[in-house]
């Protein structure tokens, strides 16, 4: 499917000169245990004429000569996308208007995922904040409706400067003034930064905080909206959690990095910037509480690359005691841990910030001795855990985390996780390299699969190559805590070992060993010890060759940017 829709977007783009490409999804028919589900690229350049629309899905076609001499291609792209479609059980085909754009959409019949409890996402502090939305492009109004609405604010739209001044005297009048307007710089008539000033000057327009969002992105804009009236300046397109965090310091609601005395002259920066939302997240912390050695330093360098301070304990007691000496964003507990295990210690955080806000004095009581130094906010708890198994999710939300992810980590679902629940920086550039210099399919690939793991880090040369390093350092000691719990008949020990074992397999994408290393977890936790020595053999057998497909990475690993140099 992604190749598909790759497929098709870029031709999009391709044939639009101005305007805009949209993709929409949609679900067209539902099946018991499948879904049947319609996409449709749309764009606004040349158009198609009718006579060469039912050709377009043969190989080595294009509307005309002319075509391929200006924009190259041959046709056969959309060719195989429909072998592709038609493969997935769908269709493809395409709506056009020669000169004013097309819509290519095509079907695919696609499995449904198996139905497990969805955490109930935060409401947050933007909840019922009332926001005016101001852009000629409709595509823009929805999509910024959707983003502000997931967030529990409530929106109108305007597409021009003369609708949305009529719509804030609505508003005042029905007892129901906006607190934020957000404005297009660029729009037909009045632009945004004229209608800034008009807010200010309106009646009932001077309680407003203002957001300017520009496409254009010219030396001086920023300040020209700061003399306007904007307190927020953001550019296009527009990021989720980039708009979030401004809209939330722009109405006085984020935490600064600044010292409290900074902070009490004035509730928000002079102008906020896409650079001040990024400068504030850096002093984030997220804890992380993990035993295993390699699992620290796959999650540490991954919320760093997120843009996250973070700090590593290596069980629950730890992580109390480092609760008591900072403030988190949030925490990634590992489930499965000596000493205090993740479910444990989550209940003692819960209870914890139970008491202490029982303890708090209602506002107004003179008893302000009896007030803690500070109250202790919920903490986002994030349950990471190399179990899959059915029930897992739902323990984890039991037992009172906030989500759940599974081993191994990939940055991506991190950076989804955290963007429901400890609002996320920007996008950042993950990776100037794109991959390794060996990862290509091979017959090894299910000993070890260098692409899969190099996807799931994010394309980070130097992470890729210290996880190889480290387990290539550690093995031997972990298969020798696997032996010393077998030798002692400690059930309990062998589940722990052999699933330690399994995450940092996980973290490799070495399936064959992790699977091993669950089947040795199973027995382990059956208490089923008498058939732990083939299990352990088969996991010897196949470490060994695992090892030796890792040591020709070690000998022979170089990152891209370094050998293309």
């Known amino acids: 499917m992604r190749q598909v829709l790759t497929n098709l977007v870029a031709n999009a783009v391709k044939f639009t000169d101005k305007g805009e490409v949209t993709l929409q999804a949609y679900l067209e028919k539902d099946f018991p245990g499948s879904a049947l589900i319609r996409f449709e690229v749309t764009d606004s350049g040349i158009g ?33 996308s ?49 926001v005016l939305i101001v852009d000629d492009n409709e595509s823009n109004r929805l999509i910024l409706h959707h983003l502000v609405s997931g967030w529990g604010m409530v929106d109108d739209l ?28 660029v729009m037909p008539g009045k632009d945004g930064l004229q209608l800034a000033r008009e807010i200010q000057y309106h009646p ?39 708009l979030r965090d401004c809209l939330r310091t722009v109405l006085g609601l984020a935490e600064t990095h600044k010292p409290k005395e900074v902070r009490a002259l004035s509730t928000v920066p002079q102008l906020v910037t896409r650079h001040t939302v990024a400068e504030n997240i850096q002093h984030r912390r997220v804890l992380v509480v993990e035993d295993n050695l390699v699992n620290q330093k796959l999650a540490v ?108 980590i990939k940055l991506e679902e991190l950076r989804a996780a955290l963007a429901r629940w400890a609002t996320l920086p920007p996008d950042r550039t993950i990776s100037e390299t794109c991959q390794p210099t060996q990862t290509t399919a091979d017959p090894t690939r299910g000993v070890f699969d260098p692409a899969r793991m190099y996807q799931n880090i994010g394309g980070d040369n130097d992470l890729f190559a210290q996880l190889i390093c480290l387990f290539l350092d550690r093995h031997q000691a972990m298969l020798a805590e696997i032996r010393t719990a077998l030798a002692d008949a400690d059930s309990s020990a062998v589940e722990r070992a052999a699933h330690t074992f399994k995450g940092t397999a996980g973290n490799l994408c070495a399936s064959e060993v992790g699977l091993t290393a669950s089947r040795l977890e199973a027995v382990g936790r059956l208490s089923a010890l008498h058939d732990a020595p083939p299990v352990y053999a088969q996991l010897e057998l196949e470490v060994a060759r695992l090892v030796r497909v890792l040591e020709s990475y070690r000998r022979g690993y170089q990152p891209i940017r370094e050998a293309a140099a």
Not at 59 to 79: M, N
Not at 99 to 120: E, M, V, Y
């Open 301 to 408: 360098r991954m919320v760093e690359k997120l843009g996250y301070q973070p700090d590593v304990v290596d069980n629950g007691h730890e992580a109390l005691t480092a609760l008591k000496n900072g403030d988190y964003t949030a925490i990634l507990m590992d489930c499965q841990m000596p000493i205090m295990d993740g479910f444990e210690t989550t209940k003692n955080i819960r209870e914890r910030e139970a008491t202490a806000a029982a303890s708090i004095t209602p506002a107004g009581d003179d008893a302000q001795s009896n007030r803690p130094s500070s109250s202790m906010p919920h903490i986002p708890i994030i349950a990471v855990t190399a179990n899959a198994m059915q029930g897992d999710r739902e323990r984890c939300l039991a037992a009172g985390m906030d989500d759940y992810l599974s081993k191994p």
């Open 48 to 80: 198609i004429s009718p006579n060469t629309q039912a050709k377009l899905f043969r190989p080595f076609v294009q509307a005309d000569s002319s075509t391929t001499r200006k924009f190259g291609g041959t046709g056969l792209g959309l060719s195989i």
């Open 82 to 130: 429909k072998q592709l479609v038609e493969l997935m059980g769908g269709t493809i085909g395409v709506r056009s208007t020669e000169g004013r754009g097309s819509t290519f959409w095509c079907t695919a019949r696609l499995l449904k995922q198996p139905d497990s409890p969805r955490a109930i996402l935060p409401m947050g502090d933007l909840a019922g904040k009332h």
């Open 158 to 185: 305007a597409e021009d400067a003369d609708s949305a001044l009529r719509r804030i005297s609505e508003a005042t009048q029905h007892g129901t003034p906006y607190d934020l307007a957000i404005l297009d710089f």
């Open 204 to 242: 009932e327009g001077a309680g407003i905080r203002l957001v300017v969002m520009t496409s254009l992105l010219q030396r001086g804009h920023a300040e020209e909206a700061r003399r306007a009236g904007a307190m927020g300046y953001l550019p296009k397109p527009v990021r989720h959690d980039e």
